[in-house]
């Protein structure tokens, strides 16, 4: 990077965020004891916060997104079973095919440009015959909310109960990947458990936009808990005084979550600045939440490479594709300094 820039502005992801003050002192003066033992009050008070909040009767807390889903889908699908989910989802893209690995069954991608939720038609045709000699028993369908490679688009509460209601109406169970529940609920005015009304059980990320430094909560039924415990141990994510980060959890829920419309808004002017800059596509009417998808002239890895060198960090999402994301660690007039330093930074590329 340039010397002379005194600031990177980081816009990785929402996870890059670092816990602040108060957040550590709500650690620090966190109760603890030994969860696998179920005795750490901290995880419990948040398991239970995260459930009501979602409209579910029980919480599990996880050390991360990745082994939530996985979870989800090893306690409500059987090995050789067959596991329904858009082709452009976190669990397709990013998870290292755990779920083939681990929970051993088969992942059937569907292409849901709506937000990865598909409809009722595209769900209905991919209905398997009742033939065990030949086709694998569909038992689970994972939606995500917002879409992460789908630009952090939202699907309506209408379209996803649409989704599930099809989905149940064919024996199958339904489990959404809310690792930003809260953006979505933000974008469409909603409250989370409106949206978590259509899932038997979602995951719900609170290392991405509220700003902890680790964990994710499972939520569902009580049955359900009682299967994923199970799993949750045996992936070795069975956690001992976890409360100090569980504390995390429950400061970012109070005091992070309402501020997610902030992100938003700074994507928007993100994505308004960045439509002007030669070299860059994006349409800022289709930001729904914090994260932008930039359309490149040039090879990505090249526009990673300048921007990096002008002190602005994204990643890449194709080979002519940059994601950047909003997050609690960048300010508005960041936004606007990053983005005049990729107008600098491309011009001529
Ligand atoms: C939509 C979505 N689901 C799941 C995950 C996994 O979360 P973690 O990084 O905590 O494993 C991510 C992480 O970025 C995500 O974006």
Partial sequence: MDETLD???????????????????AMAAAEVGDDVYGEDPSIRQLEERVAELLGKQSGLFCPSGT???LIAIAAQADRGQEVWVDCESHVVHYELAGSAVIAGVQLRAFDAPNAGCPTSAQLLAMQRLADPAHEPEATLLCLEQTHNRRGGSVA?????AEAADTAHGMGMRVHLDGAR????????????????????SLSFSLSKGLGCPVGSVWVGSHDARARAHIWRKRLGGGMRQ?????????WALGHQLPRLGEDH??????????????????????VAT????????????????????????????????????????????????????????????
């Avoid at 980081?10 to 002192?25: C, F, H, I, K, W």
């Avoid at 309506?156 to 996803?160: C, F, H, I, K, T």
């Fill in 265 to 286: 808004a700074n994507a928007k002017r993100f994505a308004q600045l960045a439509a002007d800059i030669p070299g860059l596509e994006v349409d800022p009417a289709r």
């Fill in 67 to 69: 082994m939530s889903n």
């Fill in 290 to 349: 914090n994260i932008v998808l930039l359309q490149t002239a040039a090879p990505a890895d090249e526009v990673l490479a300048r921007a990096e060198r002008a002190g602005v960090l994204m990643v890449a999402f194709g080979p002519h594709t940059v994601r950047a994301v909003t997050h609690l660690d960048v300010s508005a007039e960041q936004i606007t300094e990053a983005a005049a330093r990729l107008h600098s930074a491309l011009s001529g590329a």
């Fill in 156 to 160: 309506s509460v209408a379209d996803l």
């Fill in 242 to 250: 976890a409360g100090i980060l569980a504390a995390a959890g429950l």
């Fill in 7 to 25: 600031q990177v502005i980081d816009l990785r992801s929402d996870t890059v965020t670092r816990p602040g003050a108060e957040m550590r002192r």
């Fill in 181 to 200: 529940l809260g953006n979505a609920a933000v974008a469409l005015g909603v409250q989370m458990r409106e949206l978590a009304d259509c899932a038997d």
